[in-house]
Each structure stands twice: as structure tokens, then as C-alpha cells.
RNA sequence: GUGGCUGUAGCUCAGUCGGCAGAGCCCCUGGUUGUGGUCCAGGUGGUCGUGGGUUCGAAUCCCAUCAGCCACCCCA
């Protein structure tokens, strides 16, 4: 067909088989999230762009080219948020939370918007599940926000899942890291592609992402980040692992990784699958806790992490459901209708059914034999069917389809037949 | 931003050497003058992604372009 509008790029329609899919993994997701003492917090998908520039930090590929940033007619510069996390901490600091006791636990399920290049597993308009923890600084919490993670995939029954973490420092101890680093890299400016030179001076811990093999050998061979992290740094990231042991979560420490955004600080992870091809990332998190006071707030410690829900549902392929069933809802009863009269008659007679259960009054016109096809298609348990001589008498046609008995009820009985068909 | 693959009916796809545009499913109608899940018969539905070129003749060959998918990059 000659489609006069078609979706934008990177974007999709769910259509109700996979919706089904969705909402059971987000009930899961809501149920695991409350026990580990979350609440919901939903926020505008829109925010001002300096939000963004200043949390996720220029340098960023996210900033610098992922962002759908626009001005609006009064000239303020608007960003449809990219990820969640700067927006949680707005949220946090504009509703007078800080002053809240304890720590503040918020989780969400919400559309991201990202202008990458789509494929696999990665959409511009995609969704995260994912958790804000603020006003703690333990590493034990550390070690439960990873449990967590952990705990949303099994809980859709996700396989072969595993966690790298590791601590990228803090401002006491990182800026010397990072000027050993840079020297480094630079004495060995030949093994690096011209295209990642540039990041050196600007964030030299993302030359960690780069999956170049030259890159990754020369790498190897500097001393490892959590060899240069200062006391604080070192026994918080020594708990983290000892308790993530201890409550037999499945990890390696991995000190080439870090991640891509600006705010982290210590302790960071990522969760992948191991499956051939598709996104194997599937999760990434860490602490923050010089955001909020970045933000203007008071300093206030946190950690989040953020799951990537489509990716995620891929590599669920041993899923629960069908796919390929069909688009239309299900129904209760189907109220099949001889002609434009008889719809009107049906519509005011069936009203009380709604009451009780999911009732489809057919007003296509087609032949009787098309309604009762569509009756079956909607699996529908009754179906009643209205035409000029029940009109006449007020006593309607009622099949029940489980076993093909047909008798006819007057109107006003109608929902106690019905009720009786549910109840059996 | 770079590379690979694919575009034919609503869906899944055939289409040989360049020679009438096809199948299955879906949908509609009828068999059953008002009744499903089985069956039978018939029917609707096409800018062969788009534009150009070669040719007596192009879905098929060539060029361009657009779209989709996949991979790199990066990320979730």
C-alpha cells in the first residue's frame, strides 16, 4: 500500500499481543521493585536541555549527538530526556525531598529518546525500568541496587545474565588517575585510531569502551584504576564485592569498565547476556553522589541503574507468549446484528452486561454467518443475536458457544443467563 | 557518521533465460433465504518502494534515490 504517513524512524507501534508481553513483565518488575522498597516516580518526558548538558556532562556521545533538543517559540531550549537519572534528581530537589528521612527509593518504567542509529534491540524512542536511590552512601546498598537489577531479570526469567562492576574513584583520587592516563596514552599515540585520539583530553576512561583490540592491549598493560583509588574509595569498593559474595550474586570485577556518562563516581556496573549477537548490554548503574549537590542541592550520596526493557524482552525468546495471535481483543459476549435497527435495539439492551463482563456489539452490517466467524475469532463464550422478530418480541437469541445450545431470554433477564454461562 | 543485506497483495513469500502479476493465509459473498471453530465454490485486493536508462518488450538488466533490517560506533 501507498502509505501516506508512516512512523517516524526508531520508532514502533505495540500491538496488543505484545503488549500483553510488556505488562506482564512490568507487573513482575513493580512487584520485585516494592519489595526492595521502591515507590514510582513518573516526571515530564520533557526538560530544559541544561539539565542534561550539566548531568550526563558534555563529551558524551548522548549529549553531543543523541539528544532530540528544540526550541520552543519563546526561545527556551527544551530535550526530550535521553535517560532518567537527571530528572529524578530534578524531581527530588524541586519537591523538597531532601529533608525526607532515610533514603529515598524512586523506580520508574518509562520511553527514553535517543537519535542513534537504530538496529537490534535499539530504538530512538525506547524504554528503561530503573531505580534512584538517594541519601545513602553505604556500600551495602551498593551491593542490594545490584541485587536488584539482578532480581528484575529473573524475574522474567532472563538467562544467563552477569554483572561487571568496578569503582572508578572519586574526585579525591581519580584526577591523578586520569593524568597517569592521559600521559600514557599519549606516549603510545600510535597504537590509538585518529578517531579516538580526541577523547583523550576530554574523558581519556571512555579509551575503556573502545572495543579497538590495539586499544584494549595497550590498556591492559597500565595499572589498573582500582590500584590508584584512595582509603574511602578502596574499602567502600572492598565491601561492595564482599557483600555482593555473600548474597551469591553472579559478578566479576572488572577494572576496564566504566561508563559512558559524566556523573559517576565509585562504584559502576553493567549487566550483559551472553548470547551470540544482539545488544548484550542490558543494564548499566552506578553511584552519583556529587549530582544532587551539582544540581543545588545539599550533597547527597546516590546510586541508580537503568535496564534496557526492549533489549531485554529480546533476549527472552523462550517467551510465555504468542506473538502471532491476533490483534483483536477478546470478548465476553458478542452481540451479532441483523441490520442498523437491530444495533440500536442491541446497544441500549446490553447495556447492564458491561457491568459484569466484556460485551462487542457487532454493527458491520455483514452477513450473520461473518459476525458469528468474528464471535469465534473474539473468543467469545455467548453470543446473542438481535433481528427484526426479537424486536418485535423482546426475546433475544442466546447461544453459548461451549455448548452450542441456543434458547432465547427476554431482555431483562439477560444478565442473570449471562452471569450464569460466566459463573459455569 | 561508516558498511552489508532486503524492498512483489493486509500478512508470509514464489516469480526460471527479459515474454499475460502468482500461491498460501487473512478478508468478503455463497453453499446453509438469520448462526462460529471443519469443509467446498466464488470474489475483492498490485504505482512489483520511487525516479530514470537499456530493450520490440523490464518485477527481472543498469544508474540514482528512498525506506526497512542488520552490523560498526556508542549505549540501555
Known amino acids: 500500500m501507498n502509505l501516506r504517513y508512516r512512523r517516524l524512524k526508531g520508532t514502533r507501534d505495540i500491538l496488543l499481543g505484545e503488549v500483553e508481553k510488556l505488562r506482564w513483565c512490568e507487573e513482575r ?6 519489595r526492595y522498597g521502591y515507590g514510582e516516580i513518573r516526571t515530564p518526558v520533557i526538560e530544559p536541555t541544561d539539565l542534561f548538558l550539566r548531568s550526563v556532562g558534555k563529551g558524551t556521545d548522548i549529549v553531543d549527538k543523541e539528544m532530540y533538543t528544540f526550541e520552543t ?6 530535550t526530550l530526556r535521553p535517560e532518567m537519572t537527571a530528572s529524578v534528581v530534578r524531581a527530588y530537589l ?3 525531598l531532601t529533608r525526607q528521612p532515610g533514603t529515598m527509593k524512586f523506580y520508574y518504567i518509562a520511553p527514553m529518546f535517543r537519535h542513534d542509529r537504530p538496529q537490534a534491540g535499539r530504538y530512538r524512542q525506547f524504554h528503561q525500568v530503573g531505580v534512584e536511590a538517594l541519601g545513602s552512601d553505604s556500600p551495602v546498598l ?7 537489577a539482578m532480581a528484575l531479570f529473573e524475574a522474567v526469567g532472563a538467562k544467563g545474565v552477569m554483572v561487571q562492576v568496578n569503582s572508578i574513584g572519586c574526585p579525591e583520587c581519580r584526577p591523578a588517575f586520569l593524568e597517569d592516563l592521559k600521559v600514557f596514552l599519549k606516549d603510545n599515540l600510535d597504537v590509538i585510531p585518529e578517531s579516538m585520539q580526541g577523547r583523550i583530553d576530554i574523558n581519556p576512561l571512555r579509551l575503556y569502551d573502545a572495543k579497538d583490540d590495539g586499544v584494549n592491549q595497550l590498556l591492559a598493560t597500565f595499572k589498573p584504576i582500582t590500584e590508584s583509588l584512595c582509603q574511602g574509595c578502596r574499602d567502600h569498593h572492598e565491601v561492595v564485592l564482599r557483600t555482593l559474595e555473600s548474597l551469591g550474586v553472579p559478578f566479576v570485577n572488572d577494572p576496564a569498565l566504566v561508563r559512558g556518562l559524566d556523573y559517576y563516581c565509585r562504584t559502576t556496573f553493567e549487566i550483559t547476556a551472553r548470547s551470540g549477537r544482539k545488544q548484550s548490554s542490558l543494564a548499566g548503574g ?13 550533597a547527597t550520596a546516590a546510586i541508580g541503574f537503568s535496564i534496557g526493557v526492549e533489549r531485554t524482552l529480546l533476549h527472552l525468546d523462550d517467551k510465555p507468549f504468542d506473538a502471532q495471535r491476533s490483534p483483536q481483543s477478546p470478548v465476553d459476549v458478542y452481540v451479532a446484528c441483523a441490520d442498523a435497527a437491530a444495533q440500536e435495539y442491541a446497544l441500549v439492551q446490553t447495556d447492564a452486561l458491561r457491568a459484569m463482563c466484556r460485551v462487542e456489539i457487532d454493527t458491520t452490517g455483514r452477513s450473520m454467518k461473518a459476525q458469528a466467524k468474528s464471535a469465534n475469532l473474539r473468543q467469545a463464550k455467548i453470543m446473542l443475536v438481535v433481528g427484526e422478530q426479537e424486536m418485535q418480541t423482546g426475546v433475544i437469541q442466546f447461544k453459548n458457544f461451549a455448548n ?15 452471569q450464569e454461562v460466566m459463573e459455569g
Open 94 to 96: 524541586e519537591n523538597g
Open 142 to 148: 551498593d551491593a542490594e541496587v545490584i541485587q536488584t
Open 29 to 34: 518488575w513493580c512487584e520485585v521493585l516494592s
Open 286 to 298: 552506578g553511584r552519583y553522589d556529587y549530582l544532587v549537590e551539582q544540581c543545588g542541592g545539599p
Open 404 to 418: 452450542g445450545e441456543q434458547k432465547q431470554v427476554a431482555g431483562e433477564s439477560l444478565p442473570a443467563a449471562v
Open 73 to 78: 517559540k519563546g526561545g527556551e531550549s527544551l
